[in-house]
């Protein structure tokens, strides 16, 4: 048999002996055991570091809402403040839909209120998606820009304002509304107008062609809207009302 060649000797990898199956499978249960020892060791310190912030985070909540964390499920932080976040979002929610019922009502009655400062920092329900809302209240107040709380203060405070002022409003124009109906005022209404035509001040016939004239011009108006009198009467009341802090 042929001798091999020195460099071929060097390049050949050295020789491990073999275990026999017993040992080969001991080894590699233990090495499975290891792997999964590590495995398993950094996911119960973050689960403990995750418990531990929610627990701290729960408990701010608790002091920021005057509640005692006690009386809550100490096995629950996770989906309490999850819920927190929920209530937190469908509140802001309402509270833009309260600014578009707002803003359709006064468009509706053409009342006019000054515009939005450009340059206002504040958030604004009108103009925001709830998610820039939340991020924006979370973020100024946070950053000493904004006094979250007072915002939602003045929020709720223009919302009850604009309940006082519409039914203020409604009453005041529905009174001026039917005072043009008080049969006082028509009949000097219609006997200015008789004198006018040269007609008896005594002819009845007369008194209800004039009644019709003037009823079809009180409740003119436009589909799906109210007579114009009433419009006009609704609106300088809530403008008058608007003016006036909530009680």
């Not at 209530?87 to 006064?106: I, M, P, W």
């Not at 223009?158 to 028509?186: C, I, N, S």
Request: proline fraction near 6%; glycine fraction near 4%; aromatic fraction near 6%.
């Amino acid at each position: 048999m042929r001798a091999l060649n020195p460099k071929a000797r060097a390049e050949r990898a050295p020789e491990v002996p073999l275990l026999d199956g017993a040992s080969a499978q001991s080894l590699g249960q233990q090495m499975a055991r290891l792997a999964e020892a590590v495995g398993r060791e950094p996911k119960i310190a973050v689960s403990a570091f995750a418990l531990e912030d929610a627990r701290t985070g729960l408990d701010a909540f608790c002091r920021g809402a005057g509640v005692e964390p006690e009386r809550l499920p100490g096995d629950a932080q996770v989906r309490l403040l999850h819920l927190a976040g929920r209530l937190f979002r469908e509140a802001l929610v309402g509270f833009k839909d309260l600014e578009r019922t707002r803003t359709d009502t006064r468009n509706r009655h053409r009342i006019e209120f000054p515009p939005r400062e450009p340059d206002d920092p504040r958030p604004s329900l009108a103009n925001s998606m709830v998610e820039e809302l939340i991020v924006e209240l979370l973020v100024q107040h946070e950053g000493r820009r904004l006094d979250s709380v007072q915002w939602l203060r003045e929020a709720v405070t223009e919302a009850k304002l604009h309940e006082t002022a519409t039914a203020q409003a409604m009453r005041a124009a529905l009174v001026e509304f039917l005072g043009r109906l008080d049969p006082a005022e028509l009949e000097a209404r219609f006997e200015r107008a008789a004198r006018r035509g040269n007609a008896r001040s005594a002819d009845k016939a007369q008194y209800w062609e004039l009644f019709a004239t003037f009823y079809r011009n009180l409740i003119e108006m436009p589909a799906d809207h109210l007579p114009h009198t009433f419009v006009e009467a609704f609106a300088a009341a809530y403008r008058e009302s608007s003016k006036k802090p909530p009680s």
